[in-house]
């Protein structure tokens, strides 16, 4: 009988090996990007393009060629498929030879990882794998992925040949073997091998095709080889790919299938023929050998075998299969395992709810305003080894209801040395009035070396507290976990050493900055005014330990009453929790916020002014504590400062837009569903005066006052606190109308009225407007003909332009210096910045365009980057308003009740090095939105360029 599934995958096999030698030089060498496609008479067309002639296959949203990218990433596809099914066939056979005798630790591992992955879909293992933060956020983590998916296989692998291996050992000629002296190894090459050969060859490509549907499985969940973060919104990141091989290819084209069919379809093609065509190969082979070797087994035996391998193909194999693949039950295990995680998730530890009644209030704001600072000085800036060890979140709770009923002075010292002393042993107390002696330690008998002095150094603060929180994030909160992931490598907190032989740093833990305090060096401050502290800057370390008299006892006490305390499932409503909140909030951004050299505000007034609001006979509900929040750190002059929560994450929006003018909400762009018509005065929203509300939200943002009016709008519109509707009262044509909407919107109302997805349009007289949102490089190839071009900077953008800036210019083009501050000291400046300006040298032709820029308060951050690299360098007319003024990298501190606070963490510059925070990018030509214009749903300020550029273009 012909050997059809052979013939067959060998020639699927050829031609794919074919078009991996040979193939590329049948398509573009280069997989450049072309959005958009110009034509005769003006006329242009957006990608995708459907399948034609030029693209027999389409191409993707980009403009790249689908069939140029099967042709050059099948050969990364194959290379990776068979690199997993290597590594899986080389861990498997010498686990199942070793554990060929069924028992022992070989045995175990293959028996725990057969049973593990039949039972666990192995799409959801790898996902629950790669989702820890240690593999998704490590430096090696392709070759991780790549392990955890040979693992997966290595179960199902080891058990198939371990009980080959059995099988064949009972045979007479094994035993004849041995009868002749053979030891194991020469068993195992001379008898085992030979006779199991043909059973590693067909199985190697079955397993590859497994291997191969289960990537195209992970990279539909957004799991790929080799990755990229890419901005989305202020804060907002996803992951995604960074390579063209197929696997990547499918995952891209999920959202394009409604309008661009071909784009999904043709990668899922490919993939479909490259499991077509292992499984082939496999059974072919299989079938070969097996008929072959038939011939030579008892007819009985052969019988049998047949019949066990038709169970085990017909009956069993097939509906396993199945149900692994089946959504639904995948969806159910998920779900499964969800609720399994959250019903374990039970708090052992709660605060006691409220504070201590019977202790009046100038004595609670007394013993908080303690806690606090000694809290910030010991966490921050004490370098021993507990500090390095405490879950800094969990040791708030504890010790804000500690010491939150402290009676007196006496007792609140005797509270605050029981739980910072196991932590801080050197830390000393004393009252205010009371004479003490200064630290002066006697280091000589220790100058070898075997001692050094630890310190600690920062280049902003790494929060390790958050990373406890990853494992209980939900999916709506995937913002949080990146950030969490990537901040964790943009933050350094590192504690260094210096010899006391040769005063230099020690090679095992290189310092962050050259810097070092003096051995001396302590912290003398006073907490609140009835108590001080003395607690050195400097310990001395003994192989890396500053437990250099044994183990602390008192500390292992501690932490076994830490562990108990859930800070996730903290109740936010508490009055423990919201202080213990704002202590953790209020000393990392005063130690850790850059900009103090500018901002005019005195925290310790502010911290004492939240505390009050928090105090008895007060009791505010959880909206409430985060406006106690925002009025803490609103003199920061901070755009970045945002309060984030579940509900921040998933929040709606209203189906418009509104402005003020002349003291009014005036209603100025729709949704298409939207009651409201633009035009409308809103009077009331839910019971409450539209303007009063927007007002008093403006005195809760921080940052400049243009982007505080910005901020204080879209929450007009944003459903931050889960209302889920609201009610308002409208004047509209003389009348007044009463309306309710809901929160439905996932993004809010454009207030420019610019299409989602327009990245381009021509507006005459060879001017053509961009949106940054949907810029690409190549567009300016596209412009060679242009004479003009006009930059929308309005808004957050959702792409990187940083490309275009090798091609603006004939000179070096320089971003914003960010600058990342060096802290070592409690209460100064910081030592230093890390210096980070990026430049860009011409590349290619460049062009030379007219171009302007258009901004406003609502450019924030990363825009504020491309804005001010547009000004500072020369290359753009800036048209519009002041931008937010607040740049830099962020830093999110992730508190007990799953709250969060984000905060500039970075120092940002204008080009030229000068003061960028409060200022913004300034415009050349101001240009503002009159209120007749919005109504007429006119873009003043673009209306403002075209009129200037086609000026330029004349006078040229």
Same mark, same amino acid.
């Given at each position: 009988?012909?050997n ?23 398509v573009?060498?280069?997989l ?38 099967l ?13 997993i ?11 199942a030879?070793?554990?060929s005798?069924?028992q022992?630790?070989?045995?175990w ?59 064949l ?8 073997g ?17 006779n ?13 095709g ?17 990755q990229?973060?890419?901005?989305k919104d ?17 995952a ?18 490919a ?15 299989r ?10 087994q ?63 209030k ?6 908080v ?5 000694l ?11 507990e ?43 004393y ?13 000589k008998?220790?100058?070898?070396s ?21 494992p ?32 230099k740093f ?17 912290i003398?401050?006073p907490?609140?005014?009835e ?41 936010t ?19 850790? =916020?850059p900009?103090?050299e ?19 006979p ?13 009025r ?8 970045h ?14 189906p418009?837009?509104?402005?003020v ?5 005036v209603?100025?762009a729709?949704?298409?569903?939207s ?28 940052g ?25 009262? /409208? ?12 929160y ?10 610019r ?6 349009k ?6 053509? =407007? ?26 957050y ?9 090798h091609?603006?210019?004939?000179e ?5 210096p ?11 400046h ?9 430049? =860009? ?24 980057t ?25 830093? /999110?501190?992730?508190?007990?009740g799953?709250m969060?606070?984000w ?22 030509i101001i ?23 086609k ?6």
């Amino acid at each position: 009988m012909k050997n059809w599934y052979l013939r067959i995958g060998v020639l699927l096999a050829i031609l794919l090996g074919s078009t991996m030698i040979v193939g590329s030089n049948f398509v573009k060498t280069e997989l450049q990007p072309e959005r958009l496609r110009f034509y005769d008479g003006g006329e242009f067309e957006k990608a995708p393009f459907p399948p034609s002639a030029e693209n027999p296959l389409g191409t993707d949203a980009d403009g790249i060629d689908i069939f140029s990218v099967l042709i050059h990433g099948l050969d990364d596809t194959v290379r990776i498929i068979l690199l997993i099914t290597i590594m899986t066939f080389l861990m498997a056979i010498p686990l199942a030879f070793l554990a060929s005798n069924q028992q022992g630790l070989a045995h175990w591992i293959i028996q725990g990882l057969s049973y593990l992955f039949s039972s666990l879909p192995p799409i959801l293992a790898v996902v629950l794998i790669l989702s820890t933060p240690y593999v998704d956020s490590s430096p090696i983590r392709k070759e991780l992925m790549i392990l955890t998916i040979a693992i997966v296989g290595v179960g199902r692998v080891g058990y198939l040949f371990q009980q080959q291996i059995v099988q064949l050992s009972r045979k007479e000629y094994m035993h004849a073997g041995l009868i002749l002296g053979n030891n194991p190894f020469q068993m195992y090459i001379r008898h085992y091998l030979p006779n199991l050969w043909p059973s590693f060859m067909s199985n190697f490509f079955l397993e590859a095709g497994r291997v191969t549907l289960l990537a195209g499985q992970l990279a539909l969940f957004s799991y790929f080889f080799k990755q990229k973060l890419v901005i989305k919104d202020v804060g907002d990141y996803e992951w995604q790919s960074a390579d063209f091989d197929w696997l990547s290819f499918l995952a891209s084209g999920r959202t394009e299938i409604i309008h661009a069919f071909w784009i999904p379809l043709f990668p899922a093609l490919a993939i479909a023929i490259l499991i077509i065509t292992f499984q082939l190969l496999g059974e072919g082979l299989r079938l070969k050998f097996h008929t072959k070797s038939a011939k030579q087994q008892n007819g009985f035996l052969y019988r049998a075998q047949l019949i066990f391998e038709g169970l085990w193909f017909d009956y069993i194999r097939g509906p396993l299969i199945k149900i692994a693949k089946n959504p639904m039950v995948l969806s159910l295990v998920c779900l499964f395992i969800l609720i399994s995680n959250s019903s374990q998730t039970i708090p052992v530890f709660t605060p006691a709810s409220g504070t201590n009644s019977w202790v009046d209030k100038e004595r609670q704001l007394a013993n908080v305003t303690a806690f606090a600072n000694l809290y910030g000085y010991v966490r921050f800036f004490h370098p021993s080894d507990e500090v390095e060890e405490v879950d800094w979140n969990q040791f708030a709770l504890y010790g804000m209801e500690k010491v939150n009923g402290s009676k007196n002075e006496q007792e609140l010292k005797e509270n605050l040395e029981e739980i910072f002393q196991p932590i801080a042993p050197t830390l000393k107390i004393y009252r205010t009035d009371e004479e003490y002696d200064r630290y002066v330690p006697d280091y000589k008998k220790l100058r070898d070396s075997a001692y050094e002095l630890v310190v600690w150094q920062y280049e902003g603060v790494k929060i390790k507290e958050n990373l406890s929180f990853l494992p209980l994030l939900t999916e709506e909160e995937m913002q949080d976990k990146l950030l969490i992931l990537g901040l964790n490598q943009s933050y350094k907190s590192k504690r260094v050493y210096n010899s006391f032989s040769n005063g230099k740093f020690s090679i095992w833990a290189l310092p962050l900055f050259n810097h070092f305090p003096n051995e001396k060096d302590v912290i003398e401050e006073p907490i609140n005014q009835e108590l001080k502290i003395q607690l050195p800057l400097t310990l001395v370390s003994y192989q890396k330990s500053t437990d250099v008299d044994g183990e602390n006892q008192e500390f292992l006490a501690l932490q076994n009453q830490l562990k108990k305390i859930d800070v996730f499932s903290e109740d936010t409503m508490d009055p423990i929790v919201q202080l213990s909140n704002v202590v953790i909030v209020w000393n990392i951004v005063k130690y850790f =916020y850059p900009h103090y050299e500018i901002v005019d505000v005195d925290m310790n007034q502010q911290l004492n002014n939240a505390i009050k609001e928090l105090l008895p006979p007060n009791y505010v509900n959880y909206v409430q504590f985060k406006h106690v929040l925002e009025r803490m750190l609103r003199p920061l002059n901070d755009g970045h400062i945002n309060i984030t929560d579940k509900q921040y994450h998933t929040s709606k929006y209203l189906p418009f837009w509104a402005d003020v003018f002349d003291g009014e909400v005036v209603v100025t762009a729709v949704s298409e569903d939207s009651p409201f018509k633009v035009g409308d005065v809103i009077v009331e929203r839910s019971g409450e005066s539209a303007i009063e509300w927007i007002n008093d939200v403006i005195k809760l943002e921080s940052g400049t006052q243009h982007y505080r009016e910005f901020a204080a709008l879209k929450r007009f519109v944003r459903d931050l606190d889960g209302r889920k509707e609201e009610s308002f009262t /409208l004047k509209r044509d003389g009348q007044q109308l009463k309306i309710k909407a809901t929160y439905h919107l996932s993004s809010m109302v454009d207030r420019f009225h610019r299409s989602p997805g327009e990245g381009y349009k021509y507006l005459g007289n060879d001017i053509y =407007y961009v949106n940054i949102d949907y810029f690409t490089e190549v567009a300016l190839e596209e412009f060679q003909h242009a004479k003009g071009i006009v930059f929308d900077f309005r808004g957050y953008p959702a792409t990187d332009i940083s490309a275009l800036f090798h091609k603006l210019s004939e000179e070096i083009v320089y971003t914003m210096p960010i600058n990342v501050p060096q802290i070592m000291y409690p209460n100064k400046h910081p030592v230093g910045f890390q210096e980070n300006q990026g430049r =860009y040298d011409p590349k290619g032709e460049t062009f030379t365009r007219k171009i302007v820029a258009l901004i406003d308060g609502s450019c924030i951050s990363a825009c504020e980057t491309y804005a001010e690299t547009f000004k500072g360098n020369g290359l753009a007319t800036m048209i519009g308003g002041p931008t937010a003024g607040t740049n830099g990298a962020i830093n /999110l501190i992730k508190l007990p009740g799953n709250m969060g606070v984000w905060f500039t963490a970075m120092q940002a510059l204008n080009v030229d090095w000068s003061q960028h925070h409060m200022i913004g990018v300034q415009p050349d030509i101001i240009v503002e939105r009159t209120r007749e214009g919005a109504l007429e749903g006119r873009d003043e300020q673009l209306e403002a360029a075209v009129e200037y550029l086609k000026r330029e273009i004349d006078e040229d």
